[in-house]
């Protein structure tokens, strides 16, 4: 990936995440929404934008339902900030990676609290 596409990446980022705090007055999409990152093809016709969503599963499902929906509108409002020949088309996709991060770090704390009881379990021996 270019510089280029980095940063264009970052700045979509930034407007679609402002677009849709501001803009979006959607009922299913959640408060509690991220934009975590924008992924443009290199022909820049594309974009997926991923999301991370605090909630239940269907919350996550039906806001970014709700985004692909309103995908146009927010791509329209978005192109007014960042000047492209040609704004992407985007797509939207949950970003599970935080959930996955919690998962893990619970998992690790068991593991560190299980050898803890462990250690004093052998300590009083």
Same mark, same amino acid.
């Given at each position: 990936?270019?510089?280029?596409?980095?940063?264009?990446?970052?700045?979509?980022?930034?407007? &679609?995440?402002?677009?849709?705090?501001?803009?979006?007055? #959607?009922?299913?999409?959640?408060?509690?929404?991220?934009?975590?990152?924008?992924?443009?093809?290199?022909?820049?016709?594309?974009?997926?934008?991923?999301?991370?969503? &605090?909630?239940?599963?269907?919350?996550?499902?039906?806001?970014?339902?709700?985004?692909?929906?309103?995908?146009?509108?927010?791509?329209?409002?978005?192109?007014?900030?960042?000047?492209?020949?040609?704004?992407?088309?985007?797509?939207?996709?949950?970003?599970?990676?935080?959930?996955? #991060?919690?998962?893990?770090?619970?998992?690790?704390?068991?593991?560190?609290?299980?050898?803890?009881?462990?250690?004093? &379990?052998?300590?009083?021996?």
């Amino acid at each position: 990936m270019t510089r280029r596409t980095d940063r264009l990446n970052s700045l979509l980022k930034e407007v &679609i995440s402002d677009v849709i705090r501001k803009e979006v007055s #959607h009922p299913k999409v959640s408060e509690f929404l991220t934009v975590t990152s924008v992924d443009i093809t290199k022909d820049l016709h594309f974009a997926k934008v991923f999301v991370s969503v &605090i909630g239940t599963q269907e919350e996550k499902k039906d806001t970014v339902s709700a985004l692909e929906s309103a995908s146009g509108f927010i791509a329209v409002l978005a192109s007014k900030q960042v000047v492209l020949r040609h704004f992407p088309s985007l797509t939207f996709k949950l970003d599970d990676s935080v959930d996955a #991060h919690i998962r893990i770090d619970t998992i690790l704390k068991d593991i560190r609290d299980e050898e803890g009881s462990r250690q004093n &379990i052998s300590d009083s021996d």
